[in-house]
């Protein structure tokens, strides 16, 4: 049977590791990011953006990869601010044919970001660029939310 390349159990296994020795919210959402993106192609850059006090903005918390500019996003921009606003996990095979999204680089072609969910609360997203068109199916998709559940519970 077919697998996602990203290996999601022992990624959350880690991240409660690292909640049981006390590690902070920076510490667990760093190694989130860091080892999501060790996975390799299709994962270029992972960014976590939680939502912050005001409810009305993205702060990018820690992110591994590339660089970006795009540290605080208001609700309704972006394809990450889309997401909020639309309380649904976005798959774009294609980020040049999304109206709504800002580039951070020349070199991304897709990008997927799933959702942080508490029950009905959404704390924020995990959102990652990849230079592969296409980089994500459904599989992935599944095996970042899992990571994204355990988020949910642990920060
Ligand atoms: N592409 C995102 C912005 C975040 S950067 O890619 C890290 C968007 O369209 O909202």
């Known amino acids: 049977m077919a697998e996602a390349t990203l290996k999601s159990k022992p990624i959350v296994k880690a991240l409660h590791a690292a909640f049981c020795r006390d590690a902070g919210r920076a510490e667990i959402l760093k190694l989130a990011a860091t080892k999501m ?3 390799g192609p ?3 850059s992972v960014y976590l953006y939680m939502i912050d ?3 009305e903005t993205l702060l990018l918390e820690a992110f591994d990869g590339r660089e970006t500019e795009h540290t605080s996003i208001p609700l309704g921009r972006g394809l990450c601010g889309k997401a909020i606003t639309e309380r ?3 798959n774009v095979p294609d980020v040049s044919a999304a109206p709504e999204y800002l580039p951070c680089n020349i070199d ?3 990008e997927l970001i799933v959702l942080i969910r508490r029950n009905e609360e959404i704390l924020g997203q995990i ?3 990849s230079d592969a068109p296409n980089g994500f199916d459904g599989m992935e998709q ?3 939310k899992e990571v994204a559940d355990a ?3 642990l920060l």
């Open 42 to 44: 299709p994962y270029t």
């Open 88 to 90: 649904a996990d976005l």
């Open 37 to 39: 993106r060790a996975t």
């Open 53 to 55: 006090e005001s409810g």
């Open 127 to 129: 959102d990652i660029d």
């Open 142 to 144: 599944a095996a970042v």
């Open 151 to 153: 988020l949910a519970v």
């Open 108 to 110: 991304t072609r897709s």
